[in-house]
């Protein structure tokens, strides 16, 4: 039974350039949650898709930050002329939604830890 | 207003003690979930347990409970006999609505639990 897979789990880039980050979901998970984690907090939601289609975008902080999920299985999450405020952990999670009312847990994976200096 | 919140920042428990860790929150929707996650100093999020709006019994998982008191707004999470290996960050989370995902989990602060030998 493979859980989410986050690749790469660190990254260390200059201000300026860009990033990517990978997920890759459990395997039957229809929805794909981006998070972003700063140190002492808890995870602030991003973004998240249902196959392919990306249902919410709004809460991205700056237009910098862009998400894609091409066919409806892994996920990019990418941070163009990255900032040092952008330097956090950055979370994936996977859930299968099967209709209202249904408890729906999202399973984390085990992140990627971004320093930009 | 904090729709989370988790008023302990740090606990120290003596081991096989039981453990409670409070978390309020704050929503008008009348369908709602909340989340325990457990995050240890690796980074990644481990789901602990559930509980519905509409569960009139308060869930259970192993050594995990979840003390659910709606009038109040609160769901605490309660450990027993706590091990050496529960010694980590714990977020309690909450999904509002009855889609569910739309703005993804939202996560109180977090407790540090160390449980001492």
């Known amino acids: 039974d493979t859980g989410v897979s986050q690749d790469p789990r660190h990254k260390i880039t200059k201000r300026g350039q860009n990033v990517t980050f990978r997920c890759d979901p459990i395997s039957e998970h229809n929805r794909l949650y981006w998070y972003r984690q700063t140190l002492g907090q808890g995870p602030e939601f991003l973004t998240y898709?249902?196959?392919?289609?990306?249902?919410?975008k709004s809460r991205l902080l700056s237009d910098r930050f862009s998400a894609e999920r091409p066919k409806g299985s892994f996920s990019t999450l990418e941070i163009q002329r990255t900032e040092q405020g952008d330097s956090a952990m950055y979370l994936c999670a996977s859930s299968l939604f099967s209709g209202t009312g249904t408890q729906e847990t999202q399973y984390f994976g085990p992140g990627t830890r971004l320093l930009v200096l | 207003a904090q729709k989370i919140t988790q008023t302990q920042p740090g606990m120290f428990v003596q081991e096989k003690e039981a453990v409670t860790l409070d978390c309020t929150y704050d929503?008008?929707?009348?369908?709602?979930?909340l989340f325990w996650y457990k995050q240890p100093s690796s980074g990644e999020m481990i789901f602990l347990i559930y509980?519905?709006?509409?569960?009139?019994q308060n869930a259970t998982e192993g050594r995990y409970s979840l003390n659910f008191q709606k009038a109040r707004k609160s769901a605490n999470l309660v450990i027993s006999a706590s091990q050496l290996g529960d010694s980590a960050m714990y977020f309690c989370a909450m999904r509002e609505g009855p889609g569910g995902g739309a703005d993804g989990l939202t996560f109180g602060k977090g407790t540090h639990l160390i449980i001492q030998p």
């Open positions: 509980q519905g709006s509409y569960d009139e």
């Open positions: 898709f249902q196959n392919e289609a990306q249902l919410e």
């Open positions: 929503t008008s929707d009348q369908s709602y979930g």
